[in-house]
């Protein structure tokens, strides 16, 4: 249990809980809102239903994050749809969904899974699909889900249908000889 404990807190306390404050907020380190490009094949967007949709081979970048999938989906509030102008800002964001081949690179962790959702009000990440995975390094944790609250920086992996929780990390010290 402290063995886990401790690779939680390697992986995640740090670094993510910054990508979770300042990149998905859109903070830079001088508190100034970063820009977010997104390219893609194609956008479909919905003022109805409050729901952007970019798809093939898409990029997202904002800062040093970057995601990269097959989907990406971005539903935003109302203050965001009244506004008229989709550059009022990710405050209006609601949940970002990206689908396909999902990779997140930030700092120096990846983030791979084949969906990742991000809540914007509640701060909590949702990767999953077989062998989604972070990893730090030389550090990883993989299951079929993994759920991560920023607010508390709470993380549970599960396992999957054919495969459990792997957690692999490296320490200087003797470990559980």
Known sequence: MAIA???ALMLFSGD???FAQNRVSGSDKTGQKEKIQIVADMLTSDSGTHVAEFSGNVRATQGE???TSDRLKIVYSEKLAASKNPSAGEGAIETIIAT???RISFDNRVATAQEAVYNTES???VLSGAHSKITSGADSIT???IT???NDGHIT???GRNSRVEAVFHTQSDGIR
């Open 65 to 67: 994050t970057v995601i």
């Open 123 to 125: 701060k909590v990440l």
């Open 148 to 150: 991560y609250n920023r």
């Open 5 to 7: 404990a401790a690779l």
């Open 100 to 102: 396909g081949n999902v």
């Open 143 to 145: 299951g079929e889900k």
């Open 157 to 159: 992996v599960e396992s």
């Open 16 to 18: 993510l809980r910054a």
